[in-house]
């Protein structure tokens, strides 16, 4: 079993995965973020499946590992998805909404399949470095796709607060942990990144509950105080 | 080497993504209209400078904390403690840039009184339903 500071970073996570579910519902906005909640409850599906394989196998076997990658990658592609519906909140009014989608639903599937065949070829090779290289590559996507969005919110004023917020939080997910695997990967203290990486996982869901609570669905903000330097 | 590139890239936008959360952060603040008892408290009429964020820190760690401003505050102090970091050391050579980490610290500044302006108006909604009951 992982220490004790592990294991309270990790309840501290499945807490606020819940706190976000139901601050959404408790704010009548579970529908309008869909895709955002169904991350979540994925991430507690998801928590499950891992203490399961944790509790029977012990965290240094490989069926943990195996569980923990896979599902890994699989909340991963959630998240891309929930950064699909955040393109579409952004590009809703435009008439070209539709082409946006579906460029982004093609490049989540390419990254899918491409995860997916790389996987099957180097399947024995998932519980080494190799696992720490595609999860790295993972994050990088979803960080690149989460500035393309964040360079389109400033372009096109974007002035909702929850929408920019929740865009800002993701970056900042997306590049800690693309940061976080890459390290791993320069150096060999793959113990370190662990305990990062969970507490780097609790900062999304910390981040989104705090918008669901501090701001309400007409809040707005000014998109020029947004740049870090005044146009 | 890829990974060196990813971790590079990564550290950039993930400083770029934290300054704009934090400006999104004090951008929400700088419409709030704060109450004359504040503004009495603090000393503050108009806008807050630079300097004023730590004696309104003080006074925030007097008043029972908002579950809600927990995260937005840590934010903004570790945004406002690279920003005194950043004007002490490399501002220094840029007027320009100078100008602009302290008014970034201004606005983290107003921030503050805004969160102790909410954490008064909460206590005060606390001691009103003790009151009650």
Not at chain 1, 104 to 116: H, K, P
Not at chain 2, 84 to 104: D, G
Request: one cysteine or more; a positive charge.
């Amino acid at each position: 079993m992982p220490g004790p500071l592990a294991l309270a970073v990790w309840y501290v996570g499945i807490v606020l995965e819940i706190a976000f579910v139901v601050c959404s519902i408790a704010r009548k906005s579970f529908f309008r973020y869909i895709f955002l909640n169904a991350y979540f409850l994925l991430g507690l599906g998801s928590d499950a499946g891992r203490y399961f394989f944790l509790s029977k196998f012990g965290q240094a076997s490989d069926q943990y590992r195996y569980a923990y990658f896979y599902t890994d990658a699989l909340l991963t592609l959630a998240l891309y998805l929930a950064l699909i519906s955040l393109y579409s909140c952004v590009f809703g009014e435009l008439r070209f909404n539709k082409y946006v989608r579906f460029g982004a639903v093609v490049l989540l599937l390419g990254t899918a399949l491409f995860s997916y065949a790389v996987v099957v070829q180097s399947e024995q090779k998932l519980a080494t470095r190799f696992a720490y290289e595609l999860s790295q590559n993972l994050y990088f996507v979803g960080l690149v796709m989460t500035y393309i969005l964040w360079g389109a919110v400033l372009k096109l004023r974007e002035t909702r607060t929850r929408v920019v917020q929740f865009i800002l939080s993701l970056g900042l997910y997306f590049s800690a942990y693309a940061a976080c695997y890459a390290l791993a990967n320069l150096s060999s203290q793959y113990s370190v990144v662990n305990y990062m990486s969970a507490a780097i996982g609790c900062l999304l869901p910390l981040a989104w509950t705090v918008t669901m609570l501090r701001h309400s669905e007409e809040s707005r903000l000014e998109p020029a105080r947004l740049l870090a330097v005044a146009r | 080497m890829m990974a060196a590139l990813i971790f590079a890239v990564s550290v950039v936008t993930l400083l770029m993504f934290f300054v704009s959360y934090c400006r999104s952060l004090t951008a929400a603040s700088s419409r709030y209209e704060i109450s004359k008892e504040v503004r009495d408290v603090t000393g503050i009429h108009a806008f807050a400078s630079g300097a004023d964020f730590t004696r309104v820190m003080q006074l925030l760690q007097l008043c029972p904390e908002r579950p809600e401003d927990r995260l937005g505050l840590r934010a903004v102090v570790y945004y406002y403690e690279i920003l005194s970091l950043f004007e002490k050391t490399l501002a220094r050579l840029t007027p320009s840039i100078q100008l602009w980490a302290e008014q970034e610290r201004a606005g983290c500044a107003n921030f503050a009184v805004v969160t102790l302006d909410r954490r008064i108006a909460f206590s005060r909604e606390i001691l009103a339903q003790q009151g009650e009951l």
